[in-house]
């Protein structure tokens, strides 16, 4: 019984050690680019690609942020999406803008545990639009063929964000 308290007691003394003295954590910042063609004309979504590395170099994160400004009500969104995530997102927002040239339909696509919600309306009224922190952008008055520009200036910057955080050395 003496012997197995002893273990716990070193346990929770080296446990509470590390919790009490923490790290430093590095974060370099890159901003990858602003897409601002949503309504009401100040309305704007933007990427930033981070790397995150600790004191000991044992943890290391890489992610994308999307940062969106909804001047209209007044609200700001943020999430992060993690390197692993991004090629995900994009082979499906590429699907989309595939899908949205043949046919009008209103196609979106949801990444819940990102936070993320992209979709693009056609006809009659159409729009491309991003719901990213619980704060949604949407263009308004485009004709479907300059909301798909939008949406591929989207992928065109998570591209250029993936390859940020691809190129910072590991």
């Keep these: ?14 446990s509470a050690s590390t919790y009490l003295t923490g790290q430093i954590t590095r974060t370099e910042t890159v901003k990858v680019g602003t897409i601002n063609r949503f309504y009401p004309g100040t309305s704007y979504l933007e990427l930033t690609a981070h790397k995150e590395v600790t004191a000991n170099k044992r943890q290391n994160a890489k992610y994308l942020s999307v940062h969106v400004v909804n001047d209209f009500e007044g609200k700001i969104g943020l999430t ?6 991004i090629s995900i997102i994009l082979k499906n927002l590429e699907q989309m803008v595939e899908e949205s040239s043949k046919s009008s339909d209103d196609l979106s696509y949801n990444r819940p545990q990102n936070k993320f919600l992209a979709s693009i309306r056609g006809s009659p009224e159409p729009s491309v639009s991003f719901f990213v922190g619980g704060v949604l952008v949407a263009t308004d008055g485009r004709s479907e063929s300059e909301n798909r520009k939008t949406l591929q200036d989207f992928i065109g910057l998570l591209t250029k964000g993936k390859a940020i955080l691809e190129s910072q050395a590991k």
Excluded at 1 to 14: D, N
């Design 1 to 14: 019984m003496i012997r197995v308290l002893r273990s716990t007691l070193v346990v929770a003394i080296a």
């Design 80 to 85: 992060d999406i993690p390197l692993t995530d």
